[in-house]
């Protein structure tokens, strides 16, 4: 390896990318590539060697390289290449190299001077390379010569600008001394691509050639035709020092010493030499990688943040230590602790904004799905009235009966009591399975430690069974203190002189408790069962207030489409179909008459369950109940046609007083019924787990076993500790890489008017639609070639216009070089 500046910012980055590795972190530094242009045997190939430290590339008199080469640089433990078009067969010998890539190019361009756009992919491994891309392109020519086609001027042209387009790419514009700067093709391509001139680097070779008595001491010193970046001089080894095996160090020996004893070049030696433009080509990418780690220095800085807490505990974790066994045991049970109680009781800490928490459910329950248990209960009018009917009619037996038998009150009240048992014991169910939901919740968090999770889990499920037990005995309890005892002198009881006086009507009226106006619920539906021709399914803002369903364009309440009185509606359940995941329910009339236009029934849609019970439970408010069917256990059917006014009359009376005590009855159930669970079940078990979990985890004599973490816990301790170093390793390399190099600011524009890019004319014809505008050079008479810039520029002001260019065509897309 022949480039010093290279193996001392090798090191530095190799450290980083391992740490960046070791931290599970890409090294996406993406480094420049380098592409060397110029003309036909300009030097290119030599300059491009010198900076890699080695020979490699076929040498020669006219144009040698004859396709592009894409020399990709990679890190690696041992030295060798590999060709895209060998895969599989490594090159240790640099010679063998060489011969590859010119049996390559003959390959495909034949050995008659042809030319290819096909590059020629080569990788070489090293210990002392960065990850870098080199390109060797071939030189610019006018004139064909061999199998060359008659445009291999633009084919050229065109294969450069696919390469040096790239934002990324440091343009080395390679031209002779022995010729005339002010037609270099190199610096009016680069010109084209960069016209600020920041990725551009003149390179000045052959100036051992030059003739007696001239210097480009002008040029090197950025005076005469001055670039951004500027020149640097290089002397290459000529065809017989690589004949003659004559190795880079002694080249580069010799090159130094030329330019110490020139008496042009001996001020400026140290700014000169293949030396300098290593060290300019290392510096820009040092700046290059400076400038990539500020990003990845917060990204990590981040990272390490958020790690912190974690690998601390981990740290402070003995897996061996009884006393940090312990500690954690204390730790995990608090916590879980904490844990119930903020998902059962709420938490302003961290609010889950996707799902309901455990407590959020349960009042759900209390307040939603109990309630609608209830009313199903007491929704069927004409059943309630039928069992009314039988009951007065079986206690009076043969005899008429005068007056209303109170025992009829009695037995349908205690009927409807007993139906009391199911949604109660339903309400413990759910709440009870919510409980045990909220704990799997919680306990997710103990799985590092898996017997102590089982074990936990063992614990706190017992102690909810056992106070669901004990709730479902005091519900049972409270309804059988209930049918122990009809209290029919209780204030809210309206008495047998009130329940004959009250119509129906009336008493619907007065135990809904609202105004015909009330708005109940607002909200997003969609009718489901409209057919294509009359709009299809469509979504509406549906109103429902005591009296009607009305449903609207859109919420904002303007365009009425229709209002559906609720008298007689009844709703039922719609079975999902597996096309649709909606949640659907429909209304029907109960005298079969058509709900809305010509439809017997109305389908509504919700996004979910919960919605759905949502919507429920507000038509049972407005007095829509579901739909039962009333069928006599012993097929009694409905009862007889012929109408009996006095029983009747006494029907009317019992079902009013049924409804007015089972008023009471609900609205005791639906209080005490939530203050019992929570007390009996939901505080019990906050309580055992906060106060006697510990206790009886301890009680059963395996604590050390508990604490056994799980084979994947280790795992992730250990990943979290040695990313943790790795971050922090990471960030010292990032620090000391910041400390260790320094940044070359991009030297000041400068006046690079004499350089100018080429017209944009096109030819008459052209390829179509693949090239387009390649730079092209001025065309000057022959006998003009020596002539200064000044002169050019002197032909086109008499003219009024810019130099006359040979027409250009579009370059190819640019290829994606890895």
């Avoid at 950025?222 to 290089?234: A, K």
């Avoid at 009881?493 to 004959?500: E, K, L, S, Y």
């Avoid at 105004?515 to 299809?536: D, E, P, Q, Y």
Wanted: aromatic residues 6%; charged residues 25%; proline residues 5%.
């Amino acid at each position: 390896m022949g480039n010093r500046g290279m193996e001392d910012l090798i090191p530095l980055v190799n450290r980083l990318q391992h740490a960046l590795g070791s931290a599970g972190q890409s090294c996406s530094l993406h480094l420049p590539q380098i592409a060397v242009v110029g003309g036909q045997s300009a030097g290119k190939s030599s300059v491009l060697e010198n900076f890699v430290g080695r020979d490699f590339l076929p040498r020669g008199s006219g144009m040698v390289t004859r396709r592009p080469l894409i020399l990709q640089l990679l890190t690696a433990d041992t030295e060798h290449g590999e060709f895209l078009h060998c895969k599989g067969k490594k090159f240790t010998d640099f010679e063998e190299i060489c011969r590859e890539i010119e049996a390559e190019t003959q390959r495909i361009t034949g050995s008659n001077k042809g030319i290819s756009p096909v590059p020629i992919n080569l990788r070489i491994y090293s210990p002392n390379v960065l990850n870098l891309t080199l390109v060797d392109l071939p030189g610019i020519t006018k004139v064909p010569v061999g199998d060359q086609p008659a445009d291999i001027e633009y084919q050229i042209r065109d294969m450069i600008m696919q390469y040096i387009c790239k934002d990324n790419c440091l343009i080395l514009a390679v031209t002779p001394a022995n010729t005339d700067l002010a037609n270099s093709d190199a610096l009016k391509l680069a010109k084209d691509v960069d016209p600020q001139g920041q990725r551009t680097i003149g390179v000045i070779t052959k100036l051992d050639l030059m003739d007696k008595g001239t210097d480009a001491r002008n040029i090197l010193e950025n005076r005469l035709l001055p670039l951004r970046r500027g020149y640097i001089g290089v002397v290459n080894r000529s065809q017989k020092d690589v004949v003659g095996k004559k190795d880079i160090k002694a080249a580069l020996l010799a090159e130094k010493d030329f330019f110490l004893s020139h008496p042009s070049y001996k001020h400026m030696a140290e700014s000169m030499g293949t030396p300098y433009l290593q060290k300019t080509l290392n510096q820009q990418l040092t700046n290059h990688i400076r400038e990539s780690l500020p990003a990845f220095r917060s990204h990590l800085q981040s990272q390490l943040l958020s790690l912190n807490k974690e690998a601390e505990e981990f740290k402070q974790f003995s897996p061996d230590d009884p006393a940090r066994r312990t500690k954690t045991l204390l730790q995990l049970a608090q916590r879980l602790a904490g844990d119930f109680e903020k998902l059962i009781e709420g938490s302003g800490d961290t609010v889950d904004t996707v799902n309901l928490s455990g407590g959020a459910k349960i009042n759900r329950i209390f307040h939603v799905r109990f309630p609608y248990e209830l009313v199903q209960i007491e929704s069927d009018e004409k059943k309630l009235r039928q069992e009314i009917n039988y009951a007065i009619r079986n206690i009076h037996g043969v005899r008429t009966g005068l007056f209303t038998p109170d025992m009829a009150f009695e037995a349908i009240v205690k009927k409807q009591l007993s139906c009391l048992k199911r949604p109660c014991i339903t309400f413990v169910d759910m709440v009870s399975q919510e409980l045990i939901s909220t704990l799997y919740q919680c306990i997710n968090k103990l799985s590092s430690f898996p017997k102590l999770q089982e074990e936990t889990e063992r614990l706190v499920t017992t102690e909810i069974r056992e106070q669901e037990s004990k709730c479902k005995e005091q519900v049972l309890m409270l309804i059988e203190i209930q049918l122990a005892y009809i209290n029919t002198k209780h204030e809210d009881f309206i008495g047998f002189t009130t329940a004959q006086q009250t119509s129906n009507q009336a008493n619907k009226k007065t135990h809904a408790g609202m105004a015909a106006n009330h708005v109940i619920r607002k909200g997003w539906l969609t009718i489901s069962n409209l057919g294509i021709m009359k709009g299809g399914a469509r979504e509406y803002w549906f109103i429902l207030s005591a009296e009607s369903l009305s449903w609207f364009r859109d919420d904002e309440e303007k365009e009425k489409k229709y209002m559906l009185p609720l008298d007689n509606l009844r709703f039922r359940d719609v079975e999902k179909t597996f096309m649709s995941s909606k949640c659907v329910f429909a209304l029907f009339n109960t005298e079969l008459r058509n709900v809305y236009k010509d439809y017997k029934s109305l389908e509504l849609a919700c996004g979910s369950q919960e919605e759905l019970d949502s919507w429920k439970a507000s038509l049972l408010q407005a007095g829509v109940y579901p739909e039962k069917v009333a069928v006599d256990e012993q097929g009694n059917g409905a009862p007889e046609n012929f109408i009996d006014p006095q029983l009747e009359r006494q029907v009317e009376t019992i079902r009013n007083l049924v409804e007015s005590y089972m008023s009471i009855i609900y609205k005791t159930i639906k209080d005490l019924m939530p203050k019992t669970i929570m007390h009996l079940m939901i505080n019990s078990v906050k309580e055992f787990i906060s106060s006697e979990l510990l206790a009886q985890l301890y009680a059963l004599g395996e604590c050390s076993a508990l604490m056994d973490e799980s084979t994947e816990q280790q795992k992730y301790r250990e990943e979290v500790l040695r990313k943790h170093a790795a971050l922090k390793e990471a960030l010292a390399v990032i620090g000391k890489f910041s400390t260790s190099t320094c940044t070359t600011p991009l030297p000041p524009p400068v006046d690079s008017s004499w350089l100018r890019p080429s017209s944009p004319t096109l030819p008459k014809k052209t390829s179509v639609g693949v090239r387009g505008h390649a730079p092209s050079v001025p065309r000057v008479p022959s006998n003009a070639s020596s002539k200064s810039t000044g002169s050019l520029q002197q032909i086109a002001r008499q003219h009024h216009r810019a130099p006359p260019s040979v027409p250009r065509r579009h370059p190819p897309a640019i290829p994606n070089v890895k």
